[in-house]
């Protein structure tokens, strides 16, 4: 199962809105809603941001949405803030054996 | 407050095996199914196992399936990783995470526990 494809990284100044792409096939990302975000700043953990394309747990900031049209979904930052800098990677389930599927990852810096 | 703790990482000789261990707080971990994920240095999230709350199901990664076995201990609240017949490629950073509590998603996940494959 190779990776979902992110752009390396991507930049924007604070207060302006950033979005990243995780393209994948009709055998993960476009074949149901179960995607995906997490955003792992140097050192720490992996932090779910967004499930199920657009859903966010509580105590995520409403300035991360997430979006899908066909085999790409999407995560956009708005009104970025310092803290925002970070890597972001998206996840797919698969099902099968290979239940689930990572992006190559993002790294998102604020200028 | 959701707590993991891995353990158990460490410097191994190719073809060796280690065990790791991800002990949970804060929560039952009887009714949660389980994921280990690791991230090798400098590269990116790769899924590696799953285990069902009640060990019932269990689904491995091509890459390291045959060599990798996943088990849990509710009574200890402790989900282990076997590792066998290591490979300098699987040197990484070894997360474990919970499934859920949110739908398809990786909710809860430990500070790592760091293998490195060397000879």
């Known amino acids: 199962q190779s990776a979902l494809t992110q752009p390396p990284s991507a930049s924007g100044s604070p207060g302006q809105s950033v979005t990243i792409s995780c393209t994948g096939t009709s055998s993960d990302v476009g074949a149901h809603d179960h995607v995906s975000w997490y955003q792992e700043h140097p050192g720490k953990a992996p932090k779910l941001m967004i499930y199920e394309v657009s859903k966010r747990p509580s105590g995520v900031p409403d300035r991360f949405s997430g979006s899908k049209s066909g085999n790409t979904a999407s995560l956009t930052v708005s009104g970025l803030q310092a803290e925002d800098e970070a890597d972001y990677y998206c996840?797919?389930?698969?099902?099968?054996?290979?239940?689930?599927?990572f992006g190559s990852g993002t790294k998102v810096t604020v200028l | 407050q959701v707590q993991l703790v891995e353990s158990g990482g460490g410097v191994v000789q190719p073809g060796g095996s280690l065990r790791l261990s991800c002990v949970e707080s804060?929560?039952?971990?009887?009714?949660?199914?389980m994921h280990w994920v690791r991230q090798a240095p400098g590269k990116g999230l790769q899924w590696v196992t799953f285990i069902r709350y009640d060990g019932g199901d269990k689904h491995y990664a091509d890459s390291v399936r045959g060599r990798f076995t996943i088990s849990r201990d509710s009574s200890k609240n402790t989900v282990y990783l076997q590792m066998s017949s290591l490979r300098a490629e699987d040197t990484a950073l070894y997360y474990c995470?919970?499934?859920?509590?949110?739908?398809?998603?990786?909710?809860?996940w430990g500070q790592g526990s760091l293998v490195t494959v060397s000879s």
């Open positions: 995470a919970t499934d859920g509590p949110r739908p398809y998603s990786f909710g809860f």
């Open positions: 996840s797919s389930y698969v099902g099968g054996n290979n239940l689930y599927v």
């Open positions: 804060g929560f039952t971990l009887s009714y949660t199914g």
